[in-house]
């Protein structure tokens, strides 16, 4: 959920989804998107971990002027 749009004081909410598939990785319980090519073409990197019960995804958007976003 985004509230970007809109009155700054009552924002418009906004919902996206992200569908993105993971595969384990050479490294115990961190797994690494599928598919995971050439970083800059692709413009994103996602990698996740479990840690007990707790599954924590990043994701890394690589923006048109070389910047990210978190």
Known sequence: MQRQS??????TPERKATTI?????????????AG?????ASGRYAWARIQG??????????????GYEM
């Open 6 to 11: 809109g009155d700054p004081n009552n924002p």
């Open 53 to 66: 019960q707790t599954l924590t995804v990043h994701s890394h958007a690589i923006r048109n002027d070389g």
């Open 21 to 33: 598939r993971f595969v384990p990785s050479v490294r115990p319980g961190i797994w690494k998107e």
């Open 36 to 40: 995971a090519g050439d970083l800059i």
